[in-house]
């Protein structure tokens, strides 16, 4: 019998994940069967039944798979060294270079999973699991920051992570509701905050080697 190699698994494993989140972001999870990932994924159940033994673990593994691919772009972003660098860095991943063809699915994806969790102990805390992660390297970034003078040392590093990822999350409602939803400007908006130009215009915000007054106040 031929070995199986490894990279093949991974590709098998991740074309069942990438499947089951078409199929719960178009009916949800309860809607959505076993036999409905199988057909999505082109795939028999024994082949799937080999990989997850049910919906729940595929769940997981999709979490996981999200919060993996998030993770690996805010470090990338974190590189920047600048703190607005840093910022410019993720509002462009996360806000603006989006795949519009997929991204309907995506925010359904997102908000199906969240909904879960007060219904599923084990969403529940994977989503508890994989938020305090990303919040873990904002509030890298953050206390980085606030050594070099940059976001104010009297605001506390976790509830500034937790309103930079309400940002993203309250995109991702607003953008799966409204089709006229104007990404640009809001956009525009999240770096005015970061860059402080919100309350009292100030002109262009400061890059690398300049002093950023406006994350200090």
Request: glycine share 6%.
């Amino acid at each position: 019998m031929p070995k199986v190699l490894p990279e093949y698994l991974v590709q098998r494993r991740q074309q069942i994940l990438e499947a089951a989140a078409v199929c719960f972001a178009r009916r949800g999870f309860h809607q959505t069967t076993m036999q409905d990932i199988c057909e999505e994924a082109d795939l028999s159940p024994g082949a799937v039944y080999r990989y997850f033994r049910g919906k729940d673990e595929i769940i997981e593994g999709i979490c996981t798979m999200r919060q993996q691919q998030n993770g690996d772009a805010i470090a990338e972003a974190m590189v920047k060294g600048n703190t607005l660098d840093t910022l410019d860095e993720l509002i462009q991943k996360f806000f603006i270079e989006i795949d519009e063809e997929n991204w309907q699915d995506t925010c359904a994806l997102f908000l199906a999973i969240i909904t879960e969790a007060p219904r599923s102990e084990s969403v529940r805390a994977m989503l508890q699991a994989n938020g305090a992660a990303i919040r873990g390297q904002f509030i890298d970034l953050i206390r980085d920051s606030q050594a070099k003078g940059e976001f104010s040392s009297d605001l506390d590093p976790e509830s500034i992570a937790r309103v930079m990822v309400a940002l993203y999350h309250g995109f991702v409602t607003q953008k799966l509701v409204d089709p006229d939803f104007d990404v640009q400007a809001y956009t525009k908006v999240v770096q005015a905050l970061f860059g402080g130009d919100f309350w009292q215009a100030t002109g262009t915000a400061p890059r690398s080697g300049q002093a950023t007054p406006a994350l200090r106040h």
